[in-house]
């Protein structure tokens, strides 16, 4: 176990997924609130941070649990901070370092350096440098521009760095983290989907006995995977709902349904559709459309949860980037929905809370869904947004709209599949716009509706970039969409990143 101190860079959830991909697991939590107990760790890296060491409102770590008691490896402003606080010294930087360097020179013998040549590429990003180094600190890396970029500390197992061995273009970022982990640390690399898949299952037969719980589906990763793994754990006493709200894609309700139930799951679909549909009739303000489906969704929820007699907990498939956010050292940046507070809280969001993948990653999740043998299709879906085809209806939604979209979305992500290009896509979809087009078919004018199409390519969904689609496969989803639905006359595609475009139009 690595316990990561996060002094608030924007790096930090990579140095845990370097981590784990090497393996090893590790948890990250905020420098001011270092866990009660540390029996489980083996050792500590430091973050980097914002901010400069030299700053009156820096953070100011007590590592008096941590130091001469675990090996430690400490990045940018960890290591700025453990020479400035011991014996050495930071100063602003002549030359400000951001982006790449090559290390000019390395102590090849020292154990932190094994298997990495002089000259390798490291990520720099940096105002401040270290001057002096700590007491007893001795220097194992240079670059041309910077003499102290790593040393330690002898006598102790301390280690610091000024480049960013999680950064991508640091080549050999993750050899320098095993060789401080495994080979410095001792640290076994046995933290695999597999072992996560044991534990988790034990660990849940054991909080929840023989207690009922109560869990959403949505058709997505996180919530299929949630529901597997606590099926292995307590089987029939999971109670899964699957609700319709009407605004899926076509035939997905359905077909995901019959996937739920193959699966062993003990699932209930409830069609609500209509009541969706009520809810936001006449709604076009995308702010109050997600309100109105939050709403629904929870009564509809609510009601199904009541009809589970005795129910004690409530599952969510909440992942790792959302308990770091919730718990940074930024705050946290989601509040609860203000709808949650009207009328007070609706029953089953007293139950207990169980969330078996809130210490996983995405792909983590992902790797754990295959390794419990859920079906790789289900896995590598995209994300859909949970007011689904509400958002992508501009405007106010009717049945008919619903169901000229869902035709046009079937035949852009059908089309994505049969040339082998929905993988290549984080996410798509059909945008059904609030205008009409003059066209002509045969001898006659029409005056139809236009439809954007959207593709991006983003790891998660924060910025992202437009794809270069094919022409020809653009002209072959054009053609059917034209041809097949009726009412649309015109496609577009949009051509916007992220930011300063959204990816969804509302
Ligand atoms: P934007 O449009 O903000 O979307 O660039 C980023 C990602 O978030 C999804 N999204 C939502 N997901 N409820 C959701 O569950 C929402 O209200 C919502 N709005 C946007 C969007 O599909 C994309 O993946």
Not at 143 to 169: K, M
Not at 234 to 242: A, E, R, V
Not at 373 to 383: C, Q
Request: glycine share 8%; hydrophobic share 40%.
């Amino acid at each position: 176990n690595v316990l990561i101190l996060d002094f608030g860079s924007q790096y930090t959830q990579l140095i845990a997924r370097r981590v784990r991909e090497l393996n090893i697991y590790c948890e990250i939590h905020p420098y001011h609130n270092i866990p009660e107990s540390l029996d489980e760790f083996k050792a500590v890296i430091l973050s980097g941070s914002p901010f400069s060491t030299r700053a009156e409102d820096a953070p100011h770590p007590d590592l008096s649990r941590i130091k001469g008691k675990f090996p430690i490896l400490a990045v940018c402003y960890g290591a700025q901070y453990l020479a400035h606080f011991n014996g050495g010294s930071v100063a602003p930087s002549n030359i400000r370092e951001y982006g790449r360097a090559k290390l000019s020179m390395i102590k090849a013998e020292e154990p932190l350096f094994k298997n990495i040549q002089e000259g390798t590429q490291v990520w720099m990003s940096h105002s401040d440098t270290i001057a002096k180094l700590p007491e007893n600190g001795i220097r194992l890396a240079s670059t041309p521009d910077v003499l102290n970029a790593a040393y330690r500390v002898d006598g102790q197992q301390i280690y610091g760095i000024q480049f960013h061995p999680e950064v991508y273009h640091t080549t050999d970022g993750k050899q320098l983290l095993e060789n401080f982990l495994v080979h410095i640390a001792g640290i076994e690399q046995s933290w695999t989907p597999a072992a996560f898949v044991d534990t988790t299952v034990d660990a849940l037969k054991e909080q929840l006995g023989d207690d009922k719980v109560v869990l959403g589906l949505s058709g997505g990763v996180d919530s299929t995977v949630a529901a597997i793994l606590l099926h292995k754990a307590i089987g029939k006493n999971l109670y899964c709902i699957f609700v319709n709200n009407g605004l899926l894609r076509k035939n997905e309700f359905s077909d995901v349904l019959s996937q739920y139930k193959d699966m062993g799951l003990n699932v209930k679909g409830v069609d609500a559709s209509v009541r969706f549909l009520e809810a936001l009739k006449d709604v076009s303000d995308p702010e109050l459309k997600r309100k109105a489906i939050g709403n629904a969704f929870i009564e509809v929820f609510d009601d199904e949860a009541h009809q589970v007699e005795d129910v004690d907990w409530l599952a969510q498939g909440t992942i790792y980037p959302d308990v770091i956010e919730s718990v940074s050292v930024n705050g946290p940046s989601v509040t609860i929905k203000s709808h949650h507070n009207v009328g007070g809280l609706p029953d089953f969001m007293k139950l207990k809370v169980v969330e078996p993948l809130r210490m996983l990653f995405k792909d983590e999740v992902r790797r754990v869904g295959a390794e419990m043998g859920i079906d790789k299709k289900l896995l590598g879906r995209h994300p859909f947004p949970g007011p689904g085809l509400a958002i992508r209806i501009l405007g106010d939604i009717t049945a008919e709209k619903v169901r000229i979209l869902q035709e046009v979305d079937a035949i852009f992500i059908n089309g994505l599949r049969k040339w082998d290009l929905y993988d290549k896509v984080w996410q798509a979809g059909a945008i059904l716009l609030p205008v009409q087009s003059v066209g002509v078919m045969g001898d006659e004018r029409t005056y139809e509706k236009v439809v954007a199409l959207r593709a991006v390519e983003s790891t998660d969904g924060m910025t992202a970039d437009w794809v270069n689609l094919p022409y020809e496969f653009l002209q072959e989803t054009s053609n059917h969409i034209i041809n097949r639905v009726k009412g649309v006359n015109r496609v577009v595609y949009d051509i916007s990143s992220k930011p300063p475009a959204t990816i969804e139009w509302e």
